[in-house]
């Protein structure tokens, strides 16, 4: 087991060849190092007694806390996706972005991939908890023509929804919808 000298630092209490953690102490600097059961110095000489660990084998572990499921499977009523609020919201976005804007066919995608983002980030300061967002934004070339864009899903009635607003000026149209998913 290869070690740069100047991060640790082996010291022996038996001689050499001993593998790390057995009959030795270990001193990295700025970090208290474990070896199970032993005794552990710290970069300035403190010493300090180890339960386990399997630093000895170069392994660093980071303790996970494991949660609980809620099983909460539906939305209380004040927390479930509005798709008044939401619509409220994109209407803005879009008129912000777009209401002085000409149409421009190569910068389209990215106008509608930045539409979409603050959008998301708009459904994301809502106080709805535990949903997750898909925000779908066409952006084209308004020249008087018909459009018709549509989806599906498969998704509970019950808790899941959906918002989508439509922008039109003298040159550029847009459709924005945003999905919300609950997670059970």
Known sequence: MAMDS???RRTHGHGGGHIPGHGQNLT??????????HTLR????NDSKSESS?????????????????FQLNPCE?????????????????DKQLTETD???KICPTVAANLSSLIKERAKEFPWKRYRYVV?????ENSDQAVQIGSRCIWDEKNDNFACVTFK???VFAVAACYGIYLE
């Open 6 to 8: 100047r991060r640790m």
């Open 28 to 37: 990295v600097p700025g970090r208290l190092t474990k070896a199970h059961g």
């Open 42 to 45: 710290d970069h300035k000489g």
């Open 54 to 70: 399997d630093h000895d084998r170069g392994k660093y572990f980071h303790e996970h806390v494991r949660l609980e499921n809620t």
């Open 78 to 94: 004040d927390y479930k996706f509005s798709s008044k609020q939401m619509e409220r919201a994109m209407k803005e976005i879009l």
């Open 103 to 105: 149409y421009n066919g």
């Open 136 to 140: 779908q934004v066409v952006v084209g």
């Open 169 to 171: 000026n003298k040159t």
